[in-house]
Antibody, heavy 120, light 107 residues
Framework: QLQLQESGPGLVKPSETLSLTCTVS??????????WGWIRQPPGKGLEWIGS???????YSNTSLKSRVTISVDTSKNQFSLGLTSVTAADTAVYYC????????????WGQGTMVTVSS | DIQMTQSPSTLSASVGDRVTITCRAS??????LAWYQQKPGKAPKILIY???SLENGVPSRFSGSEAGTEFTLTISSLQPDDVATYYC?????????FGQGTKLEIK
């Protein structure tokens, strides 16, 4: 069955770029998801949608993060990635990747999440 | 942005009780609402999509309903395994937004 796994540095310095990768297994990223996305959760707080990339190629990101977000897909590696520039302590969170396998399904498969701390 | 107002923020109930959690959207979302269950240290798990469709494998004691911009998650008979935080999410338009969460405890 389809599985997602986040990977990347657990510690990022302020003002630097946070880079995370989500590896898809059990299916092809080209055909197994309607859209792929990133969601984060600061310690002790709720969920925040960061952005999504559609199988058609379109990408959307949260307006609250302005232009700091980049989401891309690498079909050759069966991965999709998140880049978040100019990070501050407010970006400290557990970052989840997730997918909606079918139109209308919402996020029905999630990775286990990875904790990223922004600190010098 | 569409605001999702979820209530209550915490809920304590007894095993076997009927439990209701509400989520109100700031504008029409045409039923594009999902409910998730999150246990401590775990990723969220989808329970309901399109307001009232039960995800495969989710116990039938969970159900969802819609009345305009008000959405309800109901647990018909609370079980100890249902202790978790529950979130609603609208996916009608970007940016997708979540409710603040409801922490459900057993009395």
């Amino acid at each position: 069955q389809l599985q997602l796994q986040e990977s990347g540095p657990g510690l990022v310095k302020p003002s630097e770029t946070l880079s995370l990768t989500c590896t898809v297994s059990g299916g092809s990223i080209s055909s197994s998801g309607y859209y792929w996305g990133w969601i984060r959760q600061p310690p002790g707080k709720g969920l925040e949608w960061i952005g999504s990339v559609y199988s058609s190629g379109g990408t959307y990101s949260n307006t609250s993060l302005k232009s700091r977000v980049t989401i891309s897909v690498d079909t050759s590696k069966n991965q999709f990635s998140l880049g978040l520039t100019s990070v501050t302590a407010a970006d400290t969170a557990v970052y989840y990747c997730a997918t909606s396998r079918l139109y209308g399904k919402a996020f029905d498969i999630w990775g286990q999440g990875t904790m990223v701390t922004v600190s010098s | 942005d569409i605001q999702m107002t979820q209530s209550p923020s915490t809920l304590s109930a007894s095993v076997g009780d009927r439990v209701t959690i509400t989520c109100r959207a700031s504008q029409s979302i045409s039923g594009w609402l999902a409910w998730y269950q999150q246990k401590p240290g775990k990723a969220p798990k989808i329970l309901i999509y399109k307001a009232s469709s039960l995800e495969n494998g989710v116990p039938s004691r969970f159900s969802g309903s819609e009345a305009g911009t008000e959405f309800t998650l109901t647990i018909s008979s609370l079980q100890p395994d249902d202790v978790a935080t529950y979130y609603c999410q609208q996916y009608n338009s970007h940016p997708y937004t979540f409710g603040q969460g409801t922490k459900l405890e057993i009395k």
